[in-house]
């Protein structure tokens, strides 16, 4: 599965591992050799991660020290190939800035968010499918799902930031937590409208305060 892995608050410095159950459904034993998430002692912090999945359909987070409370976001899975139905397939790209809702003025580049920062319980619909070479929204193949790099910038209140499909309501889950002024990134993995008024977009959405955000794809699945 994919996820995104946030860390809440905890006591001590630590870090946190996603990793499958056993055979036996038993989670590894032993301090973990690799980490996917390190978070400083009372800091809310996210991280992308992808990782097998156990006997039950299950993962194990492991902690290193502290007490600490975590939430995990699932956005999809990959499949084994022998499925009746298989999913989409990905295709990479360079980086391409599809967003940046800073001014244009100064920045020598405009994007269709230009000049549009979210405000307080707003959301942003962000056009993907089309824009700057990636396939379109109509034909027989269109984007259904991108993978991008989002950053909060500057914002004036600590927040969260949501990217989910613009013909959906917006769910209970988060990809970015920013502290007030912070310049945070977090990669995202989101699916498109297929319906409604903005097909091939989806919507990004910001919990309080004031603050701008740029969105970078780096592939879309099809």
């Known amino acids: 599965v994919v996820m995104n892995l946030t860390a809440v608050s905890g006591t001590q410095d630590t870090f946190l591992s996603v990793a499958p159950p056993n055979s036996s459904d038993a989670c590894p034993s032993g301090a973990s050799g690799f980490s996917n998430l390190n978070v400083r002692a009372g800091t809310t912090r996210p991280n992308r991660v992808i990782v097998p999945l156990g006997p039950n359909h299950d993962v194990c987070v492991y902690n290193l020290q502290g007490s600490i409370n975590f939430i995990l976001d699932v956005n999809g899975w990959f499949g084994t190939g022998g499925e009746a139905a298989l999913g989409a397939d990905f295709y990479a790209i360079a980086p391409t800035r599809v967003c940046d809702t800073r001014s244009a003025t100064g920045l020598g580049t405009s994007t269709e968010c230009s000049g549009t920062p979210l405000g307080t319980a707003q959301s942003l619909t962000v056009g993907v499918a089309g824009v700057d070479g990636l396939p379109g929204p109509g034909g027989s193949s269109p984007p259904v799902a991108v993978i991008a790099n989002v ?3 500057s914002g004036t209140a600590s927040t969260f930031l949501t990217a989910y499909p613009a013909d959906r309501a917006l769910p209970l889950a988060s990809d970015l937590n920013p502290d007030a002024g912070q310049v945070i990134p ?12 903005h097909p091939g977009a989806f919507d990004l959405y910001n919990l309080q305060g004031t603050i701008n955000a740029l969105v970078d794809v780096q592939g879309w699945f099809q």
Request: charged share 0%; aromatic share 0%; proline share 0%.
């Open 186 to 197: 977090n990669l995202v993995v989101v699916q498109l409208a297929t319906t409604g008024s």
């Open 151 to 153: 950053t909060a910038v």
